[in-house]
């Protein structure tokens, strides 16, 4: 096995996480080959060196697996054995950004590939309307976490609310304001507990007084750090005027990379009812759903210790790439089915 990735980010910085996880654990599992496509040191050259991955790929009986968006189009990824190949999806640009021109590139080429690992049953009820089969696709339903927990990064997991006063929040992610616009528009009427955020770009000026940026951390170390005892994931406004634009309705699509690293640091979430994600955390009893934030002042704080005990499960499997593990061996399988 060979796994792909496009090195395309910052030192710190949440993204790549996914990435790293997922090249991780397949090094483990399956001895697979890394292979790294750094564009900073030049698009030519990167180009160059994924041609001649995927040239290996075409004379080979090899699995290689790339983590997709790469930023080459169909010409480059055509060169690929495809029965062999695997696309991991971690995002779907055009559909992120609402963006139709590159909507239709990309389905172009995620149609040329019979092996798609797409995030959860909504994404791929949106591809296949788009001609996608499907019989192409595999969820993998949530994003590993890689992560071990040391006995001192245990000490700030002991608050567990009971009164509305001991309740406290957590958002880690982009803080700029086009993408977490709810952060600048929250006051301390609509939002009455205090707010704990970690990440970058944050205009602290525009912050009410209940809200608190703790800075920036590396992923690896982030779920020990979090302080507060539910962890916020939403994009956009802090109401639904923007549900169908730009990242609130690609919520309604995606596994946001922040739930597994939630989940992996043992804190129960607060979802938007209407986002992709939302039906397992209704099922799986991890979570509250609300159709805005200010839908947090009335949660049922009695149902926190069943759902804070319920994290457990999907915290042990982030943890030790549980997901990637099975859906790849979901489709090794298959692969062999038709080679026999």
Same mark, same amino acid.
């Given at each position: 096995m060979r796994v792909i990735t496009i090195k395309n980010w910052k030192a710190v910085n949440a993204v790549p996480k996914a990435l790293k996880d997922v090249k991780n654990i397949l090094k483990k599992t399956y001895k697979a080959q890394d292979c790294i496509i750094?564009?900073?040191?030049?698009? @030519?050259? #990167?180009?160059?060196?994924? #041609?001649?991955?995927?040239?290996?790929? #075409?004379f080979s009986n090899e699995v290689f697996v790339i983590q997709y968006p790469t930023p080459v189009g169909k010409t480059l990824l055509s060169l690929a054995n495809k029965n062999r190949t695997i696309l991991l999806i971690h995002d779907i640009v055009g559909l992120r950004y609402q963006d139709e021109k590159i909507l239709a590139k990309e389905i172009k080429i995620l149609k040329r590939f019979p092996y798609l690992i797409v995030h959860n049953q909504k994404m791929k009820e949106f591809l296949m309307k788009k001609g996608i089969k499907s019989q192409q696709m595999y969820c993998i339903e949530l994003?590993?976490?890689?992560?071990?927990?040391?006995?001192?990064?245990?000490?700030n997991k002991t608050l567990?609310?009971?009164?509305?006063?001991?309740? #406290?929040?957590?958002?880690?992610?982009?803080?700029?304001?086009?993408?977490?616009?709810?952060?600048?528009q929250?006051?301390?009427?609509?939002?009455? @507990?205090?707010?704990?955020?970690?990440?970058?770009?944050?205009?602290?000026?525009?912050?009410?007084a209940k809200i608190h940026y703790e800075g920036n951390a590396k992923p690896d170390e982030l779920p020990a750090l979090m302080k507060g005892n539910l962890g916020i994931i939403w994009d956009g406004?802090?109401?639904e005027v923007d549900e169908n634009k730009g990242y609130k309705n690609y919520t309604k699509y995606n596994t946001p990379h922040k739930l597994s690293c939630y989940l992996a640091a043992g804190m129960p979430v607060i979802v938007w009812e209407k986002s992709a994600i939302a039906e397992m955390v209704k099922r799986?009893?991890?979570?509250?759903?609300?159709?805005?934030?200010?839908?947090?002042?009335?949660?049922?704080?009695q149902e926190y210790s069943v759902k804070k005990e319920r994290i457990k499960i999907f915290q042990q499997k982030v943890r030790t790439g549980y997901y990637t593990k099975r859906v790849m061996e979901e489709i090794r399988k298959k692969m062999e089915e038709k080679n026999r």
């Amino acid at each position: 096995m060979r796994v792909i990735t496009i090195k395309n980010w910052k030192a710190v910085n949440a993204v790549p996480k996914a990435l790293k996880d997922v090249k991780n654990i397949l090094k483990k599992t399956y001895k697979a080959q890394d292979c790294i496509i750094d564009m900073e040191k030049g698009k @030519f050259r #990167a180009k160059r060196k994924l #041609a001649k991955q995927l040239i290996d790929s #075409a004379f080979s009986n090899e699995v290689f697996v790339i983590q997709y968006p790469t930023p080459v189009g169909k010409t480059l990824l055509s060169l690929a054995n495809k029965n062999r190949t695997i696309l991991l999806i971690h995002d779907i640009v055009g559909l992120r950004y609402q963006d139709e021109k590159i909507l239709a590139k990309e389905i172009k080429i995620l149609k040329r590939f019979p092996y798609l690992i797409v995030h959860n049953q909504k994404m791929k009820e949106f591809l296949m309307k788009k001609g996608i089969k499907s019989q192409q696709m595999y969820c993998i339903e949530l994003f590993d976490y890689l992560y071990e927990e040391t006995e001192k990064k245990k000490e700030n997991k002991t608050l567990v609310p009971r009164l509305k006063d001991e309740v #406290a929040l957590c958002y880690a992610g982009s803080l700029l304001p086009d993408k977490s616009q709810f952060i600048y528009q929250l006051t301390e009427d609509t939002l009455t @507990f205090p707010l704990y955020l970690y990440g970058s770009e944050v205009d602290q000026r525009q912050l009410n007084a209940k809200i608190h940026y703790e800075g920036n951390a590396k992923p690896d170390e982030l779920p020990a750090l979090m302080k507060g005892n539910l962890g916020i994931i939403w994009d956009g406004q802090w109401d639904e005027v923007d549900e169908n634009k730009g990242y609130k309705n690609y919520t309604k699509y995606n596994t946001p990379h922040k739930l597994s690293c939630y989940l992996a640091a043992g804190m129960p979430v607060i979802v938007w009812e209407k986002s992709a994600i939302a039906e397992m955390v209704k099922r799986e009893n991890i979570g509250y759903t609300v159709r805005t934030l200010e839908g947090i002042k009335n949660l049922n704080l009695q149902e926190y210790s069943v759902k804070k005990e319920r994290i457990k499960i999907f915290q042990q499997k982030v943890r030790t790439g549980y997901y990637t593990k099975r859906v790849m061996e979901e489709i090794r399988k298959k692969m062999e089915e038709k080679n026999r």
